[in-house]
């Protein structure tokens, strides 16, 4: 689970807390899935707001993380 507002998060098969945000311009109140593939699902409530992304990894250095992320 991803939540936007917080100011850490863990990455799907670890249990390493990262102590940064993971997605930077996500707003405060942003939910989301991250998985295999560059698979995500993220809502947003206050704007009605529902990204699904399905597909081929967008890279394939990091399969979580991707330029997806924060151009939205």
Not at 4 to 23: H, R, T
Not at 37 to 50: C, E, G, H, M, T
């Amino acid at each position: 689970m991803v939540l936007g507002g917080k100011s850490n998060y863990y990455l799907p098969c670890s249990q390493l807390n990262f102590k940064e945000k993971l997605i930077l311009n996500a707003p405060n109140d942003m939910l989301g899935t991250l998985d295999k593939n560059d698979q995500k699902i993220y809502v947003v409530p206050r704007k009605k707001l529902a990204i699904i992304r399905l597909g081929n990894s967008a890279e394939n250095i990091n399969f979580t993380l991707s330029d997806f992320d924060n151009d939205l």
